[in-house]
């Protein structure tokens, strides 16, 4: 029906220009936006808050045999998270109300299982309600996640259970104000505890939960509120919890072949040309490798270099930007979470400070009817609601704008008028360097936003030509950029063979060190390529911005012996993982054995005075060893116990483990697990080093 009513709409406007003599504007291209997805495309960046029962328990998918008397947060405040969600300039929350544990975070009168019987606020708190008014309070707004699979439901499989679904959703939609997004996951069915049947039960995903049913509940309950899921109906999954969308992106998709668990995910990372529905794409990703929190991954929240990765290949790539944030025991943000969300704001905010367009001169190869109302100065006027167009019959064409003097860009930003629907498919943008035309990108869809970088190229003109469009072109916003360099410490690594790489990840940035402990400055070296460092080093490093002066803090390394004549004793191969990984200079990879211990031959006698340790950095780790021996021996024979102990709390804090112990020789190393964290029988190694005395 809305649809129906954009329609003739556009009908009736085209009727009023003609009438009056004005120029029509173009007819719309294929399927057309509602208002509550217009008004969603401009939310563009907004937190996920994964927070419920597992972040109790530890666990990212609860069983659902869990006591209510389990979630207890001893410092929970909803507005410590509206806070950071807005200083990070986000939007708005969603919450997961619901997970597949079937915990309920308001006192819902469907089931037991919920905040009311938890020690929380003696049973009468309302995590939902403490975030709608915090949401309130800051600004921002409330979306809602219910996971439509049940594992703690008896009657979960049954029709009773969809009666249960839809009024624990009727009880969110009716109690909580206004929602602008409701999220339904597309897991459903599976083992589960079920009430005490502890069995498996599956469901057809398709039909079980009556979602024709339930989307017309939303759609009288909540008529601004988009819903979300594989398929829509408003709002699709990109089809990957990695944070990014393809470069080539459609909001429309083939929906009615779209359902919850769809095996063909992959074509929701670029949707579909000859898409039916308007069906843009949500790209979720985690701060951390888990979507809960967990006290393990504290030293594995997304780098800064990541995270703004991850907003030009979301949000500039027509795309909105969910960001979860796994909300710890505490019942608060993460400091460390914290930290990367300003540092990203900080980022996104230096980068877009001066929009260099606006007041430029600028022209069309075409403009529509030669009217005022569709000339090229409608994309740089800063009002989305006007455009520069073209006649009916041109779908190829160029806008190009002049500086008033030659100025340095490497970002374009391009909107298209998708009210019209969305139409480039092809384009390309160009500068004019010393007279002539540099190409410095060539992309496919724009939509309702696109962003490009590029090297720095100081230019008198910006071209952007559109080569291939489904209609006449409909641009209704063109902004250019001059971001900063991406400036933050050095990364310092050694591999197996001894030799040293610097590195950051804008490479306009100078790194400068040092090798003799001593503190670097921009006038120590500089980095220019890889340098052997055969022998024990302190190296110390820092980032500088030629083009400012501004540098990072100083990043430090040390490295002991190289491990190149290194080799593993007796090994046996296991589980397909490769013996090397653990003296392989990367803590990410891993070797694991059923045997409780590994022996090393170092090729040859050291003065050694200590080792060290990495735990396995998986996002489901195994066998970490939280209670060791340490031996050495000269000849792998006669062996001499050098320590024995525990690495303290080395589960929930995966970082290196340094231990040392009195000056030994020897050439063979024993490093022997005497206990290990859970139930798996495996011993995990990620990598083993040693101190020496030389």
Request: glycine residues 8%; aromatic residues 10%; contains cysteine.
């Amino acid at each position: 029906m809305k649809r129906k009513n954009i329609w003739y709409g556009a009908i009736a406007i085209l009727l009023a220009f003609s009438s009056c003599g004005k120029v029509a504007p173009p007819e719309p291209v294929g399927p057309l936006p509602s208002e509550r997805q217009l008004a969603w495309h401009e939310l563009q960046y907004y937190a996920f808050v994964h927070f419920n029962m597992n972040t109790f328990t530890d666990t990212e998918w609860g069983t659902g045999a869990e006591s209510p008397s389990q979630f207890n947060p001893t410092q929970l405040d909803t507005r410590q998270w509206a806070k950071v969600a807005k200083e990070a300039g986000m939007k708005g929350i969603i919450l997961t109300a619901k997970h597949h544990d079937g915990f309920c975070l308001w006192p819902t009168e469907t089931t037991e299982h919920s905040v009311k019987n938890s020690p929380w606020k003696n049973g009468k708190g309302d995590v939902v309600q403490e975030l709608r008014e915090a949401c309130d309070e800051h600004g921002l707004k409330l979306g809602l996640y219910l996971s439509p699979w049940d594992r703690n439901n008896e009657h979960y499989g049954n029709p009773e259970y969809v009666k249960i679904f839809h009024e624990q959703l009727r009880e969110l939609l009716t109690d909580y104000g206004e929602l602008f997004e409701v999220w339904f996951d597309g897991a459903n069915g599976g083992s589960g505890f079920y009430g005490g049947a502890n069995e498996t039960r599956k469901i057809d995903n398709k039909t079980y939960y009556e979602w024709e049913k339930t989307t017309a509940m939303v759609r009288e309950l909540q008529p601004n509120a988009v819903i979300f899921s594989d398929g829509g109906p408003d709002i699709r999954w990109v089809g990957n919890e990695e944070g990014w969308a393809n470069e080539t992106n459609w909001s429309i998709m083939r929906r009615d072949e779209i359902h919850p668990g769809w095996p063909r995910y992959v074509e929701l990372r670029s949707g579909h040309e000859n898409g039916t529905h308007w069906l843009p794409a949500e790209v979720n990703t985690s701060i951390r490798p888990g979507w809960y929190y967990h006290p393990r991954e504290d030293h594995q929240v997304k780098s800064l270099p990541r995270l703004v990765r991850t907003y030009y290949e979301s949000i500039g790539r027509n795309g909105n930007f969910l960001l979860n944030l796994p909300v710890d025991a505490r019942g608060l943000v993460h400091e460390k979470d914290v930290e990367q969300l300003v540092a990203l704001k900080k980022q996104i905010d230096r980068d877009f400070a001066h929009e260099l367009a606006q007041s430029q001169q600028i022209q069309a190869s075409d403009v529509r009817g030669n009217s005022k109302s569709y000339n090229a100065e409608k994309a740089i006027d800063g009002n989305k609601d006007t455009y520069w167009a073209t006649d009916d019959d041109i779908t190829s064409a160029s806008i190009t704008l002049k500086f008033n003097e030659p100025t340095e860009v490497n970002r374009i930003l391009l909107q298209e008028y998708i009210p019209l629907g969305q139409r480039v498919k092809r384009f390309a943008v160009a500068a004019e360097v010393d007279g002539d035309w540099k190409t410095l990108h060539e992309q496919t869809t724009i939509g309702y936003k696109r962003i490009l970088r590029f090297n720095t190229t100081k230019t008198s003109k910006i071209k952007v030509d559109i080569i291939e469009s489904k209609g006449p072109i409909t641009l209704s916003n063109l902004e250019l950029y001059h971001a900063p360099n991406l400036l933050v410490e050095p990364t310092i690594s050694r591999n197996r063979e001894g030799m040293v790489s610097l590195s950051v990840p804008d490479e306009k940035v100078d790194i400068h060190y040092t090798l003799d402990g001593n503190p670097p400055t921009p006038s120590s070296k500089k980095y220019q390529q890889p340098f052997m460092a055969p022998m024990p080093v302190t190296i110390k490093a820092l980032a500088v911005n030629p083009v400012n002066g501004k540098q990072t803090s100083i990043a430090s390394g040390y490295f002991d012996i190289p491990k190149k004549d290194w080799n593993v004793v007796s090994a046996t191969k296991e589980n397909d993982t490769i013996v090397e990984h653990l003296m392989d200079e990367d803590p990410n990879t891993f070797w694991a054995t059923k045997k409780r211990e590994v022996t090393i031959d170092l090729g040859q006698a050291h003065e050694l005075k200590g080792f060290t340790y990495w735990p396995n950095q998986e996002r489901y780790p195994f066998g970490i060893i939280t209670h060791y021996e340490f031996l050495v021996s000269i000849d792998n024979k006669d062996w001499k116990s050098v320590a024995t102990g525990e690495f303290g709390n080395i589960a929930n804090n995966r970082i290196e483990q340094k231990i040392t112990f009195n000056r030994t020789k020897g050439r063979y190393i024993k490093l022997r697990a005497l206990r290990t964290n859970g139930t798996d029988p495996r011993v995990s190694f990620a990598e083993i080093g040693v101190l020496t005395a030389n």
